[in-house]
């Protein structure tokens, strides 16, 4: 196989967000690979707006990036307890597009928080949102980087080696998935 695309969802709109940063990291550790960036400034879902003008644009630029992703990495921070309202939304959005997108294909999540679990219920939630859209989300350790504004450098860098081994053993795995 050539080089696989693998996809990067962050569930944070900010450039400068600590989940970008950690995306980053999950890039450089996957390989080589063609990279698509989803953006997920989407208008919120609405019935009555997908009934009268359909699916936007912009979400089935997302649905095809996922289908055409061999592998998919989504880092997300956990506001109040749950997933940030612009991965739900884009999730929502997806589960709205024919074809299932999403359909067994190989995922690993991850976050990055402030707080002192580093987005573990974020996780779990983003687990159970997943599960009607079929991701295969693979099993392993799970990667909750916590006080994640002392875990980066300046320039964006992942420095506790801890996290760096989680983030490098998740990206074999994922790459072993698809090769």
């Keep these: 196989m050539s080089n696989p695309t693998l996809l990067t969802i962050s569930g944070s709109l900010r450039k400068g ?13 996957f390989g080589p690979a063609n990279v698509l960036e989803a953006d997920l400034d989407l208008p919120l879902y609405n019935g009555d707006l997908e009934e009268a003008e359909g699916v936007p644009q912009a979400v089935k630029t997302l649905a095809q990036q996922v289908r055409d992703a061999d592998a998919v990495v989504i880092s997300s921070p ?23 997108p ?7 999540i991850m976050s990055a928080n402030a707080g002192r ?8 939630m983003l687990l159970s949102c997943l599960a009607p859209l079929q991701a295969h989300v693979l099993p392993g350790q799970m990667l909750c980087v916590a006080a994640a504004g002392k875990q980066f450098d300046d320039t964006g860098a992942l420095t506790n080696d801890l996290y760096g081994k989680v983030v490098e053993t998740r990206m074999e795995a994922l790459r072993a998935a698809v090769t």
């Design 78 to 100: 956990e506001y109040n307890k749950g997933i940030t309202g612009v991965l739900k939304n884009a999730l929502d959005w997806i589960s709205r597009v024919e074809g299932m």
């Design 102 to 108: 999403f359909k067994d294909k190989p995922t690993v």
């Design 17 to 29: 967000s600590f989940n970008r940063m950690l995306l980053n990291k999950a890039q450089a550790a």
């Design 117 to 124: 679990t580093g987005g573990e219920t974020g996780q779990f």
